[in-house]
């Protein structure tokens, strides 16, 4: 079946600029997670979703990151006045649940942002 | 979550079986050990996970020592396309099920 799908797959803006980051979960997947990868990095929590309720937004790196999700399914990370240094892949996950660690992630293929 | 230990680095010949060691020994009675790797470009890729019994799927095995301080990943015959950094992660459990914290992972390059 169709994994988790994340558009678009590259982003340049220009610094200052607003950028909206989309993804799908798969199909059936109440939860969603978003991170992130900068150049050389691990992997570096954001923000995850059980519904449309997120418990755990411990990870955004500052006020100008924000993220929903409506229906239960499609998710939007919002980065506003983008700065140099948010430039990095991000990376989208989905599982069946979150309330279990026993529900694995499963993740899209990413969105690298470039900010000029 | 507890802390994950690998090595940085292994290597492994094509059609042998690559044995990648975790030692995660703060873990608690309700964490999983779970293993992704990622190849470049890609996202993580799940591979498997377990509590305290040896897990089995398509794609490779996961040992857990009895104590539940170490593991190991199991890539019976190892490919070219196995070639990627492979992170073992500590998943919590309570209000943190929803982080998995990634740390550096080991790089496996297979080699013909």
């Known amino acids: 079946g169709a994994g988790v799908s994340q558009s678009p797959s590259n982003k340049v803006t220009e610094k200052g600029k607003d950028v909206e980051l989309r993804c799908d979960p798969i199909?059936?997947?109440?939860?969603l997670y978003w991170y992130r990868q900068s150049l050389g990095q691990g992997l570096e929590f954001l923000i995850y979703f059980q519904g449309n309720s997120a418990p755990d937004k411990s990870g955004l790196p500052s006020d100008r990151f924000s993220a929903e999700r409506t229906g239960g399914s499609v998710s939007t990370l919002t980065i506003q006045r983008t700065q140099q240094e948010d430039s990095a892949v991000y990376l989208c996950?989905?599982?069946?649940?979150?309330?279990?660690?026993?529900?694995?992630?499963?993740f899209g293929n990413g969105t690298r942002l470039t900010v000029t | 979550d507890a802390k994950t230990t690998q090595p940085p680095s292994m290597d492994c010949a094509e059609g042998r079986a690559a044995n990648l060691p975790c030692n995660h020994s703060?873990?608690?009675?309700?964490?999983?050990v779970y293993w992704y790797r990622q190849i470049h470009s890609q996202g993580p890729q799940y591979i498997i996970h377990?509590?305290?019994n040896n897990e089995t799927n398509e794609m490779a095995s996961l040992i857990i020592t009895e104590d539940r301080k170490s593991s190991t990943l199991i890539l019976p015959h190892a490919t070219l396309r196995d070639t990627a950094v492979y992170y073992c992660i500590v998943r919590a459990g309570g209000t943190s099920y929803g982080k998995l914290t990634f740390g550096q992972g080991t790089i496996l390059t297979v080699h013909p």
């Open positions: 703060t873990i608690s009675g309700n964490e999983y």
């Open positions: 199909s059936g997947h109440t939860a």
């Open positions: 377990g509590l305290k």
């Open positions: 996950a989905s599982s069946l649940s979150a309330v279990s660690n026993n529900s694995p992630l499963h």
